[in-house]
């Protein structure tokens, strides 16, 4: 006799609005986090000999006035040459996206990095310090020229 209604009010299930709920809670009460590196740099510590280590950015945007560009990858290649020495290999694709343009590949360089004197970092006591030098690369719009780097690093690990 009576046709029983539907509602079109759209319902979510239960697993979804209690895992909701349970993950809501979870973030409110997560204790603060620390960033191991805010920093653009390196550390007093070098890949052990025949290990390659890499560090990559798979996406990021960078916003310099009214222009936006996405920078893919960054990528660090550090790889051990022998005891205490380190060759590094970095650089960064570029995509302008306002305005938009062809996709370069900036902050490009090679450097040797030598650990002078080990400490914390190589499990000893005292502040490890290093030296880092080599060639930056001109980018491959043309924009930048051939470049020299010299860094001295002193790290000390925090308890």
């Not at 380190?86 to 306002?98: H, K, M, N, W």
């Not at 490890?128 to 020299?148: I, N, Q, R």
Request: glycine share 12%; charged share 15%.
């Amino acid at each position: 006799m009576f046709a029983r209604r539907q509602s079109s009010k759209a319902r979510f299930p239960n697993w979804l609005v209690s895992g909701s709920i349970i993950a809501l809670c979870l973030t409110a009460w997560s204790g603060p986090a620390s960033a191991y590196r805010p920093f653009d740099g390196t550390d007093a510590a070098v890949a052990a000999p025949g290990d390659l280590e890499i560090e990559l950015q798979p996406a990021g945007r960078l916003r310099e006035g009214g222009n936006t560009t996405l920078v893919a990858p960054a990528t660090v290649f550090n790889y051990g040459l022998s005891e205490g020495w380190e060759a590094v290999f970095e650089g960064q694709g570029q995509t302008p996206l306002s305005p938009s343009g062809p996709t370069s590949l900036t902050a490009a360089g090679a450097f040797l990095k030598h650990v002078l004197q080990p400490g914390s970092l190589q499990d000893k006591t005292g502040p490890s310090v290093a030296t880092e030098f080599g060639v930056l690369l001109p980018d491959s719009t043309g924009s930048s020229g051939v470049g020299a780097s010299l860094a001295g690093i002193v790290s000390q690990r925090s308890t």
